[in-house]
């Protein structure tokens, strides 16, 4: 026997995404049954934005003491107990996951049931001891960790970031693959506390960046002792000695291996939609995600994706922002379409790497006319007084001065991108950033030295010299 529910909106999955809807529509007195089959809070909270950032401050801090000499502070080698950073890594997991459990929305008002979640026919879903027949459905089931059919790969054990933080121990030689951003958070942390890192790509590191900028980064990671082989192809894993792993490349035509202890497989997404029964729903999908229209409606009009599993961008910034969208074309029937061209993206290597909008490659191939304004780390005060001189910001603009892309490399990039995610979204130009006055010293000000830029031909023009030339003689 099973209870058939009949709420307003029905939401598949907990992670960022359907968190949101479903506080979002349970405040307006919107009935909500919200359905997860593993944690509360899913990939973001568990697996991946909470636990990697934590490893990241811990890798940080024994960084800081290791470099502190140069400012004539002596503190000696830094010592690090790998199990009591994990308990720091589960600490800031406990911390705010309250704020996603299920006592929490059972509170706001929302039916959480704990257990898979599938379609039986277009209007229907199953999930444990229910029957669910919503007005509307929410998809925002998210992605996991894809692992490649690497050879030999099933006879060794490997992390992935589902598994990773849960690790006390620390590697004695990391070998990566992968050189994403999580692949290159991950081998950094560990780097800096104490592990040999190699980090084996296919392509570049840090590939779906400005490269300009992400070679800043990349270089500082190899200054630090990171070994990044790019464009090298895995052709196989293999189990070494007792608890040892072998990695095989190919690379420029020869083969080559690396020996390690531990193994982290960092090569990307896939798309959660296993299981849902979306073929009978009417839901049409492929390996990249389920197909949506431009307001994130699927092929079944009662029912809309969000997040990592309606393809395109993988952030649960993303998630957060689609299931905003949802909520208006939900409760109030507004037309309201994702833009791209306004989300921002941070790797937290250190230093960070941060992009909005267009890069220098995508604006060149949309307009006639761009103008591309630099101006260095090593040039602004702040930076040169905490010895945080490795970056760039990288701002792209049409003809008339409109912003149409900002990437920056560089200590405290993640932050910084903030306000240039704002003027994009405003579409604001370069004379509203000239105008704005930073506080001295911040880092921040680079941006506005940037824009300052984009007026310096103006000085060398001959009218204009000969304009001022005129003012001057009445006094």
Known sequence: MTETLTPDICVIGAGSGGLTVAAAAASFGV???????????????????????????????????????????????????????????????????????????????????????????????????????????????????????????????????????????????????????????????????????????????????????????????????????????????????????RVHYKLDGKEGSVDGTDLLIATGRAVNVEGLGLEEAGIRHDRKGIEVKADLRTSNRRVYAIGDVAGGLQFTHVAGYHAGLVIRGILFRLTAKPDNRIIPWATYTDPELANVGLTEEEARKQYKDIHVLRWPYHENDRAIAEGKTAGMIKMITDRKGRILGVGIAGTGAGEMINMWALAISQKMKVKDVAGYIPPYPTMAEIGKRAAITYFAPMTRKPFVRSLIGFLRKFG
């Open 31 to 245: 009935e909500v049954v919200l359905i997860e089959k593993g944690k509360m809070g899913g990939d973001c909270l568990n697996y991946g934005c909470v636990p990697s950032k934590a490893i990241l401050a811990a890798g940080k801090h024994a960084h800081a003491i290791e470099e502190s000499a140069r400012f004539g502070v002596f503190a000696g080698k830094p010592k690090v107990e790998f199990r009591k950073v994990n308990q720091h890594i589960k600490s800031a997991i406990a911390a705010i996951a309250p704020n996603d459990s299920v006592e929490r929305f059972t509170a706001l008002g929302v039916k959480v049931i704990e257990a898979p979640g599938r379609f039986t026919d277009p209007r229907t879903i199953e999930a444990g001891e229910y029957t669910i027949k919503a007005r509307r459905f929410v998809v925002a089931t998210g992605s996991s960790a894809f692992v490649p059919p690497i050879p030999g790969l099933d006879a060794v054990d490997y992390f992935t970031n589902e598994t990773l933080f849960d690790n006390t121990r620390r590697p004695g030689h990391l070998i990566v693959i992968g050189g994403g951003p999580i692949g290159m958070e991950m081998a950094q942390a560990h780097l800096r506390l104490g592990s040999k890192v190699t980090v084996i790509e296919g392509l570049k590191a840090l590939g779906k960046d400005d490269p300009e900028l992400s070679a800043i980064v990349l270089e500082k990671l190899r200054g630090e002792g990171l070994e990044i082989v790019e464009e090298a192809m895995v052709s196989r894993v293999a189990r070494r000695g007792k608890n040892g792993v």
